[in-house]
């Protein structure tokens, strides 16, 4: 039988221990402070990326709602939300705002107003089964409930972000203040 003496194990230990390679000490030190790191920067991403998407929504309905005053003035005061008829008509209101339109609003591909934009913007805050959807009401301030990515009030023809978060920087403006800008 072989004797196991206290400095043939210390002589195994220092022979391990020079070899290539880091202890379990230092392996936990190093992910301590990745861990910290993290939590310092993850954060910090965060916040840019609802800054980004509070940019994005300010622009869209800036655009959005200069546009919506462009049809007004085509179509003789009256909102995208109303067909020829003068009748409330939220379906097509995406459309008249996207496609070519009549002056009284018929939507004709050969019409001569139109079209505003080329495409209806998302919501960045709203998820994508509502973040193209427009809700109509006569209120002046939309709900916020995210129901929707957008409220169009029909008494004031103004156009607001409808998100249950985010976008409460887009303060509604009336028509003849953006006819301003």
Same mark, same amino acid.
């Given at each position: 039988?072989?004797?196991?003496?206290?400095?043939?194990?210390?002589?195994?230990?220092a022979s391990?221990?020079?070899r %290539?390679?880091?202890?379990?000490?230092?392996?936990?030190?190093?992910?301590?402070?990745?861990?910290?790191?993290?939590?310092?920067?993850?954060?910090?991403?965060?916040?840019?990326?609802?800054?980004?998407?509070?940019?994005?929504?300010?622009?869209?309905?800036?655009?959005?709602?200069?546009q919506?005053?462009?049809?007004?003035m085509?179509? %003789?005061r009256? /909102?995208?939300?109303?067909?020829e008829?003068?009748?409330?008509?939220?379906?097509?209101?995406?459309?008249?705002?996207?496609?070519k339109?009549?002056?009284?609003?018929?939507?004709?591909?050969?019409?001569v107003? +139109?079209?505003?934009?080329?495409?209806?913007?998302?919501?960045?805050?709203?998820? $994508?089964?509502?973040?193209?959807k427009?809700?109509f009401?006569p $209120?002046?301030? +939309?709900?916020?409930?995210g129901?929707?990515?957008w409220?169009f009030?029909?008494?004031?023809?103004?156009?607001?972000a409808?998100? %249950?978060? /985010?976008?409460e920087?887009?303060?509604?403006q009336?028509?003849?203040?953006?006819?301003?800008?």
């Amino acid at each position: 039988m072989r004797q196991i003496s206290l400095a043939g194990i210390m002589r195994r230990l220092a022979s391990r221990h020079d070899r %290539a390679g880091f202890s379990l000490i230092e392996l936990l030190i190093v992910v301590m402070l990745l861990g910290i790191l993290a939590a310092i920067v993850i954060p910090q991403i965060g916040g840019a990326s609802n800054e980004a998407k509070e940019t994005a929504l300010s622009f869209d309905l800036s655009t959005c709602r200069k546009q919506i005053v462009h049809y007004m003035m085509q179509h %003789a005061r009256t /909102g995208p939300h109303l067909d020829e008829d003068g009748e409330p008509d939220p379906d097509n209101f995406i459309l008249r705002m996207t496609s070519k339109t009549d002056t009284d609003g018929t939507l004709n591909p050969d019409g001569v107003c +139109g079209p505003y934009l080329k495409r209806w913007p998302k919501n960045p805050f709203c998820g $994508d089964l509502v973040d193209q959807k427009v809700i109509f009401g006569p $209120d002046r301030v +939309g709900p916020r409930d995210g129901t929707s990515g957008w409220y169009f009030s029909t008494s004031t023809c103004i156009l607001m972000a409808n998100s %249950a978060t /985010g976008g409460e920087s887009t303060d509604p403006q009336s028509p003849e203040q953006l006819s301003g800008d």
